[in-house]
């Protein structure tokens, strides 16, 4: 197969373009009053945040890893 | 979970020049969003690696995800021998960068920060504009949501 010939200016700028349009969608879609809310806290507190949320997110997955782990188990009672 | 205060402390109080980029400096900034890493740009003179070897030293740094049994020292010449390094440590996974696409290495974006106190420390974090123009210069499809909130973020602190 003949290598794909490398872009050209008005291709990049097309795909600039595209990103963009991209980022604007998401963009609609954004919670600002969640932003408004972490605006009136320090940067400290919003990484202390950071910490809780990450410590929600590693009990949570460990809760997942025992339900599938006890699902898995052959002393799993067999449903009614 | 990433134990920041440790982290901070240990690189700031070794005089560590370092630059606080990605995720945790939007979320400095204020952004909703949740993170795993923290990324660094370091300056790579030899008498910063030096520093940042003996700060990060006491958390074990290891090679994220490497191949069981790949050899690997956390010393000034393996950092000097490499460029971007991703680690686990006891405090919690951290990307050192010796440069970062579209922001250049640590001198480069030095003027593009803002100092920020936390734990007790000051740290340098990219400011926001940089920071959207950094995750827009690496064109990642999995950044663009987090562009469009931070330019969200933008315009919510204009306005306020």
Do not use: W
């Amino acid at each position: 197969m003949a290598p794909s010939p490398p872009p050209r200016p008005e291709d990049r700028s097309s795909e600039g373009d595209s990103i963009a349009e991209i980022i604007e969608l998401y963009k609609r879609d954004v919670d600002r009053t969640l932003l408004r809310d972490r605006l009136k806290r320090t940067p400290e507190q919003r990484l202390i945040d950071l910490m809780r949320m990450q410590r929600l997110a590693e009990e949570v997955a460990r809760a997942g890893r025992r339900a599938r782990d006890a699902e898995g188990s052959p002393h799993r009672r067999p449903a009614p | 979970m990433t134990d920041l205060p440790s982290l901070i402390e240990a690189l700031a109080d070794r005089g560590v020049r370092f630059i606080v980029v990605g995720g945790v400096a939007g979320i400095a900034h204020g952004a909703a969003r949740t993170t795993f890493d923290v990324d660094c740009v370091y300056d790579r003179s030899p008498e910063n690696v030096s520093r940042l070897v003996e700060a990060l030293s006491p958390f074990h740094p290891c090679l994220r995800e490497a191949p069981a049994g790949l050899p690997f020292r956390f010393d000034v010449a393996t950092l000097r021998a490499g460029l971007n390094f991703t680690l686990d440590t006891s405090a919690g996974p951290i990307d050192l960068l010796g440069e970062v696409p579209g922001g250049g290495d640590h001198d480069r974006l030095l003027p593009h920060t803002i100092e920020i106190e936390v734990f007790g420390r000051r740290c340098r974090v990219v400011s926001l504009r940089r920071l959207i123009e950094l995750k827009r210069a690496a064109g990642r499809p999995k950044d663009f949501e987090a562009i469009a909130e931070l330019e969200a973020l933008e315009e919510e602190r204009g306005a306020g």
